[in-house]
């Protein structure tokens, strides 16, 4: 495609929910980022996906979050039971090798009420 | 802890005035990058600069990188009101660690 595409563009989920959030990167592009960002703060670092390398999970922030990426391509960010504080917004962002630009999505809003 | 930190949190200036803004790091790095950031949502990628380097220029765009100081700043000059965003400052770990982390932004207002 022309750019990253996330959907949903926006989610609203009860407390304890489990949600996915999906990420399609551009073509070819072998890095893939999530970070999420809270009302007025800066990125927050999740996960990095490398070629096949085994992915960098040092920014998932408990063992309710987890994402997959499959074919190379396309990735998923699943949280489970869900809570408030994981409301943000949920950016990911490809990149078409190392030392290069990041381009990102429009993200996905979740709220978690 | 932050790798990038910016400075100053929020800056207001009139419309033909420079913004100059100021990332901090900690660690070596390999490049250190700035993105823009409109509304809240996707951030633009606006230049990179490598560790090796000192100064890049894109349009109204000034970059500095002061590798011993561990720190870099962004110039607009001209500036429009078109150009009221957040900037942010974005660092790898350096070695081959290219994992991006980000400051916490600058708020730029550019006031008509």
């Known amino acids: 495609g022309a750019g990253v595409s996330q959907s949903p563009s926006n989610k609203v989920t009860e407390k304890g929910k489990d949600v996915e959030l999906r990420c399609d990167p551009i073509?070819?592009?072998?890095?893939l980022y999530w970070y999420r960002q809270s009302l007025g703060q800066g990125l927050e670092f999740l996960i990095y996906f490398q070629g096949n390398s085994a992915p960098d999970k040092s920014g998932l922030p408990s063992d309710r979050f987890s994402a997959e990426r499959t074919g190379g391509s396309v990735s998923t960010l699943t949280i489970q039971r869900t809570q408030q504080e994981d409301s943000a917004v949920y950016l990911c962002a490809s990149s078409p090798g190392q030392g290069a630009g990041l381009f990102f999505g429009s993200g996905t809003q979740l709220s978690v009420l | 802890s932050q790798q990038g930190e910016e400075d100053p949190q929020a800056l207001s200036i009139q419309e033909g005035e420079n913004a100059t803004m100021n990332c901090s790091y900690k660690t070596s790095i390999n490049n250190l990058q700035w993105y823009r950031q409109n509304s809240g949502r996707g951030l633009v990628h606006l230049i990179l600069i490598r560790s090796n380097e000192r100064e890049k220029h894109s349009g109204r765009l000034r970059v500095t990188l002061d590798t011993s100081k561990k720190s870099s700043s962004l110039l607009i000059t001209a500036s429009r009101a078109a150009d009221t965003a957040s900037y942010f400052c974005?660092?790898?770990?350096?070695?081959?660690?290219?994992?991006?982390?980000f400051g916490k932004g600058t708020l730029l207002t550019v006031n008509p």
């Open positions: 974005a660092t790898d770990a350096g070695g081959s660690n290219y994992k991006l982390t």
């Open positions: 073509s070819g592009h072998t890095a």
